[in-house]
């Protein structure tokens, strides 16, 4: 388990941190489809919280994209960077989720975010914010629409409809599993919409939610209570 600081110039304000998220945001790269799904590795992302003791821990699980079989995983606990904002909760998870990718021993490949990417009322979330740190490709699939409206997809698994924002499409409602509830997809950086439902689909041939995310919120509650035992 790796050990979290908070780096050094981190923003400690909400107008600071709207000033980097403007900053960066113009680094995005939207135009790239992506890795092929089913090929290489795929890597999932995810958090807890101790609130009491204002701890975070993060995980990174890397699977085998072909097989979904874990090629790695690291884990990161540390104190929380920034307080509860709503649109600004990728400045409380980020420190402790580069900690994790950095302390694993192969390259991530694709990384999926249990949350957003464009689909954010600034069209930067934590999937865009951390494609956009690292270069990696980054999709967010998260488990609610957030702000945003859409129309309820097809009953059969690989339905989607459009996750709009008045009539811009920040991404899709997509069912993962027939007659359950759609998540949310959305894209970070270097990966297309139509490439980041394919890679949702592939990761979801049992469950509602991707494997990666399963295994990454799994770990992180596990290296949270660890740490916090």
């Not at 540390?78 to 649109?87: D, I, L, M, R, T």
């Not at 949350?115 to 069209?123: F, I, T």
């Not at 007659?179 to 970070?188: D, E, M, W």
Request: charged letters at 20%; glycine letters at 10%.
């Amino acid at each position: 388990m790796t050990t979290v600081r908070t780096p050094a110039g981190w923003p400690a304000t909400e107008e600071q941190a709207r000033a980097v998220q403007d900053e960066l945001r113009g680094r995005l790269v939207l135009d790239e489809p992506g890795p092929p799904p089913g090929t290489g590795r795929v890597t999932g992302v995810d958090v807890a919280y101790d609130d009491e003791r204002d701890v975070v821990a993060a995980a990174a699980v890397v699977l085998d994209a072909a097989t979904r079989e874990v090629v790695a995983e690291a884990t990161a606990v540390g104190p929380v960077s920034f307080p509860y904002v709503p649109g600004l909760l990728a400045f409380r998870e980020i420190p402790a989720v580069l900690a994790a990718l950095d302390a694993l021993p192969c390259p991530p490949g694709l990384v999926v975010c249990d949350g957003y990417g464009l689909a954010h009322p600034r069209r930067f979330g934590l999937a865009a914010h951390l494609g956009v740190l690292t270069g990696l490709p980054t999709i967010g699939v998260a488990k609610n629409p957030f702000t945003f409206s859409y129309e309820e997809p097809g009953a059969r698994r690989g339905s989607a409809s459009p996750l709009l924002a008045g009539s811009e499409e920040v991404g899709r409602a997509l069912r993962t599993q027939d007659g359950i509830k759609p998540v949310f997809v959305s894209v970070g950086h270097r990966v297309g919409l139509d490439n980041a439902c394919a890679h949702t689909l592939a990761l979801t041939p049992r469950y509602r939610l991707p494997e990666t995310t399963r295994r990454a919120d799994a770990l992180c509650r596990a290296a949270l209570r660890e740490a916090t035992a």
